[in-house]
């Protein structure tokens, strides 16, 4: 006998079903296209992805969409971490009505002397015979072991007999999953035999700090196909959903999305902030700065503040920016807060990965400010694969103090130019004499303990290079190096701040030495102990300190001021500096 019709009431709530399931079989990424996101019924789509909040977020909160409708969800994660997932995504499946009465969520186990593939072709079909709606979606997580990736004729019919089985069943399924070739190579093209049957396919990457979408091919509910596209992805501040970036440049100025759910934390070495009375209640505080970058090896656009002080090895302290830069990618913002000495280096750290240093004495809300300032920002420096390289550049002679002319030239250059890769500045500087200062007067009273900076005598002038100095900053060094006040050993200065002033300079020298060769005074002049504390040294030369006396030294060439004794310069608002000109 004939079914009956059926009552319009059933009938209404069948239409209201079909359409609840059509709306819901398509990706959970807000504002992306229909093209992209839809699922065609009896199609196959793989998505490939390894784990990370991206991941997460387009599979769970796919699934948590369409439990609102008869789905079934799959994955290798035990029971507990589906439920903890799913909740995570806004969704308590142990909540009544929460979801469809017709809807699965299984925990998928692959024993380890069967085939995967079989076992999962197994699971489908009796998921499909006794429980799951006709045509309706298998949402399915973590299966990459299941299929034969280095046997390509295998690997063939495997996506075949898949592609097969969903058009005749008329089931829809969505794989997500890490196959080893992606993992190690970062490309799913090599993977076509696989997926020529399937209804499309993508790759959740991480480029540059941010999340791409990147499609091969998608044909979605309508039959329309799209093909080699590329969406940058963002995260919803509020429920972590992902957000397709449609217009970069309109999107950033409305701020859209943040590059990835853990942009707003802020984790900070104790050592940095121990001076403080309080701390921003948000902030993580770590014990050191070893125990922070361990726990920020997994961040992706996090904010991580490590310290820097005198008891910080440098070696150490480039060796965590550089494996934290290239471990998490360009989305992680490093800054590095100085404590009771500064950073001559400031180039290598930034070279090697770091967004920003913090000037010692910096105040807690102008750090506050500092870090709201990187936000949303992408490290955009080539970053070193070896930071030992961009460390050598910067580590000076140990040769220091006082050095006889010839070798004076050759210590600077080789200097200048080892520490060419990372841009660190130097800076030479030539003080002419007054004449009634004798040579050996002078170098006895320059007092050089930082290893890599260097004096020398030639003529009427002494020659002085500081090693990773900034040129504005030369004046404070020399006020630190000399015990007689400057403006009674020499009647000005001529400072060098680039290579080319610096060779130029040099190159006078070699040819005024080659000319009259100047007494070597290395008898005369008290070495430098080796074993002397170099940690006020480091800070001598690295950046201006408040403390500091301005020097009164006549830059050469300018005119006396009337009413003013010779020998002392006019101070001006800022600190003047000039290259020493090649003769012709």
């Not at 859209?256 to 993580?284: T, Y």
């Not at 970053?383 to 030239?409: C, K, N, Q, W």
């Amino acid at each position: 006998m004939a079914n009956p019709p059926p009552q319009p009431s059933e009938a209404n709530d069948r239409s209201i079903s079909r359409a609840r399931l059509r709306l819901n079989q398509s990706l959970a990424i807000e504002g992306l296209p229909s093209s992209l996101a839809a699922l065609a019924t009896g199609g196959v789509y793989a998505a490939y992805a390894s784990r990370s909040p991206a991941r997460d977020a387009l599979f769970w909160k796919t699934a948590a969409n369409a439990l609102a409708t008869p789905v079934t969800v799959l994955s290798t994660r035990s029971a507990d971490d589906m439920v903890v997932a799913l909740r995570q995504h806004g969704l308590d499946i142990d909540q009544a009505g929460a979801v469809h009465p017709r809807s699965n969520v299984c925990s998928l186990r692959l024993p380890q002397n069967r085939d995967g593939c079989d076992v999962l072709m197994e699971a489908l079909q009796s998921l499909s015979e006794q429980c799951a709606t006709p045509a309706s979606q298998f949402l399915i997580e973590g299966v990459a072991t299941c299929f034969a990736w280095h046997d390509r004729a295998a690997l063939i019919r495997q996506g075949a007999a898949l592609a097969g089985w969903c058009a005749q069943t008329r089931h829809t399924v969505l794989l997500v999953m890490l196959p080893p070739l992606v993992e190690q190579s970062g490309d799913f093209r090599p993977l076509t035999d696989f997926q020529i049957q399937f209804a499309g396919a993508a790759q959740l990457v991480h480029v540059q700090g941010e999340f791409r979408w990147e499609v091969a091919f998608w044909r979605d509910n309508r039959g329309t196909l799209s093909a080699s596209e590329s969406l940058p992805l963002r995260f919803s501040v509020n429920d972590h959903r992902l957000i397709a970036v449609m217009d970069p440049d309109t999107d950033a100025r409305e701020g859209i999305g943040m590059l990835a759910p853990d942009e707003s934390q802020v984790m900070v070495s104790q050592d940095a902030v121990a001076h403080e009375r309080a701390v921003p209640k948000p902030w993580q505080v770590l014990a050191d700065n070893e125990a922070l970058v361990s726990a920020a090896s997994r961040a992706v656009a996090a904010t991580v503040i490590l310290h820097y002080g005198i008891d910080v090895s440098l070696a150490t302290l480039a060796k965590q920016v550089n494996f934290l830069r290239r471990q998490c990618g360009k989305a992680l913002k490093i800054l590095i807060r100085e404590d009771n000495v500064s950073i001559r280096y400031e180039l290598l750290m930034l070279t090697l990965g770091a967004n920003a240093i913090l000037p010692r004495n910096m105040p807690m809300a102008q750090v506050e400010i500092a870090v709201d300032g990187v936000q949303g920002q992408l490290f955009s420096r080539p970053v070193p694969e070896d930071y030992r390289s961009a460390l050598s550049a910067a580590m000076r002679d140990t040769t220091t103090g006082y050095v006889p002319a010839h070798r004076f030239i050759e210590l600077v250059r080789e200097a200048v130019e080892r520490s060419r890769p990372i841009r660190l500045p130097n800076v030479l500087l030539r003080l002419p004499l007054e004449h009634d200062v004798a040579a050996i007067d002078a170098l006895k009273a320059c007092h050089i303990r930082r290893a890599g900076d260097l004096c020398t005598a030639s003529g009427d002038s002494l020659y002085v290079f500081f090693f990773a100095c900034h040129v504005d900053y030369a004046g404070k060094a020399m006020d630190r190096a000399f015990d007689i006040p400057l403006a009674d050993l020499f009647r000005g200065e001529l400072r060098c701040g680039d290579r080319e002033s610096i060779y130029g300079s040099l190159n006078e020298l070699e040819d005024e030495i080659a000319e009259l060769p100047p007494p070597d005074y290395t008898g005369l002049i008290e070495p430098v102990d080796p074993l002397a504390p170099a940690a006020a040294d480091e800070a001598s030369t690295a950046t201006a300190s408040e403390e500091a006396k301005p020097v009164d030294l006549p830059i050469l060439g300018t005119a006396p001021v009337p009413g003013e004794p010779t020998g002392v310069a006019r101070r001006s608002a800022q600190q003047a500096s000039l290259p020493l000109k090649v003769r012709g």
